[in-house]
């Protein structure tokens, strides 16, 4: 019987490269899943269901918020994106731990409704890096990065809710980090639960075993007690 996986939440900054942190460790390991989301928006040319996103409807969107079926939703450009319960629970009972890249009010709402969850923030070492990987980029004017700033700034606050901090200030160092993290849940004891009340179990009826076998030592040989 494979062990269940983890539930991973990943956030960071807008530039912190949590995305490509992300990708290393699914071409990496094979022991992942990536969380795949749901939307009511159309697919674009080259996306396919289940893939990139499941495709629904508004009508089959809102009935799985009355079924308390997503972790977690919300609403854009009139489009809803939502994290669906069952692919999740569906790939951590198949024992793959699942990754969920997310921004940080998503993953407290995945969090108050999985608490096992593993909260991890990926960050650059300073924000005056981060800013320089936005300036970077040279894909957005400097009004677009201030707001981006002013975003990281407001996410900053929410970041003591995370239970690790994840410096990227080198890719594959962070992206091996990340993993050692990830595989260091499995080692709680919380999670073997199982085995514990297995040791426990076993080690207790050798220790009656050895009991009973002395006590019919003594009976055959009162002696041999007072001989040791």
Known sequence: MSKK????????????????VVKELMKNYECYALSISAT???????????REYFFKTKEEFEELIRQDALYEYAQYVDNY???????IEEQLA???????????Q????????NPQALLLFVTPPSAEELKH????????TMDVINDRMRRAAEES??????????????LDTCVKEVHQLIQSEHLKVSENLDLV?????????????????????YRINPGSKQRR
């Open 5 to 20: 996986g983890s539930l991973v939440i990943i956030s960071g900054f807008s530039g912190a490269g949590k995305g490509t």
């Open 157 to 170: 606050e929410i970041m003591d809710h995370y239970q690790y901090l994840v410096i990227n200030d080198d």
């Open 40 to 50: 009511t928006r159309n697919p674009r040319p080259g996306e396919e269901n289940g």
């Open 197 to 217: 009340a297995d040791i426990q179990k076993r080690t207790q009826r050798n220790e009656r075993r050895i009991n009973y076998d002395t006590s019919i030592l």
């Open 94 to 104: 198949a024992g793959k731990d699942v990754i969920l890249e997310i921004e940080v």
């Open 81 to 87: 994106y939502g994290t669906p319960k069952a692919y």
């Open 106 to 113: 998503g993953a407290l709402k995945v969090k108050e409704k």
């Open 133 to 140: 990987r936005l300036i970077d980029r040279g894909t957005e």
